[in-house]
């Protein structure tokens, strides 16, 4: 390491391009030798020998191109060992006699040959129906969205163990019934649809909102799920009815997004919807969400990315906070728990509740939800209860809550907001 910090500076910079890179190099390997497994393990190599070589040579003007690279080697030293014989994708098997050029070859072939997008074509192969639905999403999160399984497990309600059991049970059988990395068609896809939707707003959601760590956003996550959304809508037939979902979504993805920039302040400190700047959001994304919720609408579906996008506009046409219509969000969201019943609906609907008929509406809707167990350690329910005793003027109880809050949450910025709102609430 350079006395001058610069070794630790280019580090940095590697592990920066790798974080970028990391699925789509995945996602181009595993096209080639169907093993997620070995993909991963191509892949981490790849990053090893940037850590050895850019330090001296400096990071090249195409990173990725320069990973992938490595990793083809990588994987066609592995390849010529007779343990991986076994395992390599059908159109790079060869007889013994042939040569490495012929085999390199064979994995150019199949790696540069446009099966479609890689990375979907890695989250259509994770959402395959022999996997579970949960499964399926624990995959496509660890493998494509680069989450820990601590994170994916938090986004789920569920343990690290069980999220991690259910990685390695799915990737064995992808492995077992040697699937091709690639987009299906027609019915097929259809199927896997619903699933594949799932993952890619969780990962927005990660980038969104960040589970754990320093950051409150990921704004490079959330961007990638945006760029799969869309690459997703223009694989969809126009007429169909499930592309009325998958526009939702996209709506869904790019509205959100627009205020990403307002979300955090100078310091990176939380700033909620109710306090942020407008003029921050951004007003083509604003508008490419108003398109796309428009498309949906107009096929006559109702789902639930159709309703949550439509949420989602509902503050995007309030030219301030004051002027949200809080009784619309509420009804969208009565309808929604009915479409897509679930704990965490079911708290959304009762903070628009809060806002639309008064703090107490919001606090019966808390005490009337049938699974709170599920929350217990969900670090929104009690932020949402202390918010709602703070608004009626209950500030002793709403501190206890603000205090519970940030003691649940993992991510430090949202944990300091969360202390100054129990700070706030006095002694």
Same mark, same amino acid.
């Given at each position: 390491?350079?006395? %001058?910090?610069?070794?630790?500076?280019?580090?940095?910079?590697?592990?920066?391009?790798?974080?970028?890179?990391?699925?789509?190099?995945?996602?181009?390997?595993? =096209?080639?030798?169907? *093993?997620?497994?070995?993909?991963?393990?191509?892949?981490?190599?790849?990053?090893?020998?940037?850590?050895?070589?850019?330090?001296?040579?400096?990071?090249?003007?195409?990173?990725?191109?320069?990973?992938?690279?490595?990793?083809?080697?990588?994987?066609?030293?592995?390849?010529?060992?007779?343990?991986?014989?076994?395992?390599?994708?059908?159109?790079?098997?060869?007889?013994?006699?042939?040569?490495?050029?012929?085999?390199?070859?064979?994995?150019?072939?199949?790696?540069?040959?446009?099966?479609?997008?890689?990375?979907?074509?890695?989250?259509?192969?994770?959402?395959?129906?022999?996997?579970?639905? !949960?499964?399926?999403?624990?995959?496509?999160?660890?493998?494509?969205?680069?989450?820990?399984?601590?994170?994916?497990?938090?986004?789920?309600?569920?343990?690290?163990?069980?999220?991690?059991?259910?990685?390695?049970?799915?990737?064995?059988?992808?492995?077992?019934?040697?699937?091709?990395?690639?987009?299906?068609?027609?019915?097929?896809?259809?199927?896997?649809?619903?699933?594949?939707?799932?993952?890619?707003?969780?990962?927005? *959601?990660?980038?969104?909102?960040?589970?754990?760590?320093?950051?409150?956003?990921?704004?490079?996550?959330?961007?990638?799920?945006?760029? &799969?959304?869309?690459?997703?809508?223009?694989?969809?037939?126009?007429?169909?009815?499930?592309?009325?979902?998958?526009?939702?979504?996209?709506?869904?993805?790019?509205?959100?997004? !627009?205020?990403?920039?307002?979300?955090?302040?100078?310091?990176?400190?939380?700033?909620?919807?109710?306090?942020?700047?407008?003029?921050?959001?951004?007003?083509?994304?604003?508008?490419?969400?108003?398109?796309?919720?428009?498309?949906?609408?107009?096929?006559?579906?109702?789902?639930?990315?159709?309703?949550?996008?439509?949420?989602?506009?509902?503050?995007?046409?309030?030219? !301030?906070?004051?002027?949200?219509?809080?009784?619309?969000?509420?009804?969208?969201?009565?309808?929604?728990?009915?479409?897509?019943?679930?704990?965490?609906?079911?708290? *959304?609907?009762?903070?628009?509740?809060?806002?639309?008929?008064?703090?107490?509406?919001?606090?019966?809707?808390? %005490?009337?939800?049938?699974?709170?167990?599920?929350?217990?350690?969900?670090?929104? &329910?009690?932020?949402?209860?202390?918010?709602?005793?703070?608004?009626?003027?209950?500030?002793?109880?709403?501190?206890?809550?603000?205090?519970?809050?940030?003691?649940?949450?993992?991510?430090?910025?949202?944990?300091?907001?969360?202390?100054? =709102?129990?700070?706030?609430?006095?002694?």
């Amino acid at each position: 390491m350079a006395a %001058d910090g610069t070794g630790t500076e280019t580090d940095r910079a590697i592990e920066a391009v790798f974080r970028i890179e990391r699925a789509r190099l995945i996602g181009g390997l595993a =096209r080639s030798v169907r *093993n997620i497994d070995l993909a991963e393990e191509l892949a981490q190599d790849a990053l090893v020998a940037a850590l050895a070589e850019w330090p001296r040579s400096g990071v090249p003007a195409n990173p990725g191109a320069w990973l992938m690279t490595v990793a083809k080697r990588r994987a066609i030293d592995a390849i010529r060992r007779d343990r991986m014989r076994e395992r390599k994708h059908e159109e790079i098997a060869r007889t013994p006699d042939e040569s490495a050029d012929d085999v390199a070859e064979a994995i150019e072939a199949a790696m540069d040959d446009d099966l479609g997008d890689e990375l979907l074509g890695l989250i259509f192969t994770a959402c395959h129906p022999m996997l579970s639905s !949960s499964a399926r999403v624990a995959l496509t999160l660890r493998v494509v969205g680069g989450l820990t399984t601590d994170e994916i497990a938090r986004a789920f309600l569920s343990s690290e163990p069980t999220i991690a059991q259910r990685i390695v049970r799915a990737k064995k059988a992808i492995v077992k019934a040697g699937l091709r990395f690639e987009v299906p068609r027609g019915a097929e896809r259809a199927a896997r649809l619903p699933a594949v939707l799932e993952v890619i707003y969780l990962i927005f *959601n990660e980038g969104y909102a960040a589970t754990a760590g320093d950051d409150l956003v990921r704004p490079r996550l959330a961007q990638e799920a945006q760029r &799969l959304g869309r690459i997703l809508a223009a694989l969809m037939p126009a007429d169909s009815p499930d592309s009325a979902e998958v526009l939702g979504l996209l709506a869904l993805m790019e509205i959100q997004a !627009s205020r990403l920039e307002a979300r955090t302040g100078p310091d990176g400190a939380l700033i909620p919807i109710t306090e942020q700047d407008r003029a921050r959001w951004d007003h083509l994304l604003i508008r490419r969400g108003f398109d796309a919720l428009a498309r949906a609408e107009a096929l006559g579906a109702d789902g639930p990315y159709v309703l949550q996008a439509a949420l989602a506009a509902c503050h995007a046409r309030a030219p !301030s906070a004051a002027e949200t219509d809080w009784p619309r969000i509420a009804t969208l969201y009565d309808r929604l728990r009915i479409m897509m019943p679930s704990p965490v609906v079911d708290l *959304n609907r009762a903070v628009a509740h809060s806002m639309a008929f008064g703090p107490d509406a919001g606090l019966r809707l808390l %005490d009337g939800i049938d699974d709170l167990a599920a929350l217990r350690d969900y670090a929104p &329910l009690p932020a949402a209860r202390g918010d709602f005793l703070f608004r009626a003027g209950r500030l002793a109880e709403a501190r206890i809550e603000f205090e519970a809050a940030a003691r649940l949450t993992r991510n430090s910025r949202e944990a300091a907001f969360l202390t100054a =709102r129990a700070q706030a609430c006095g002694e």
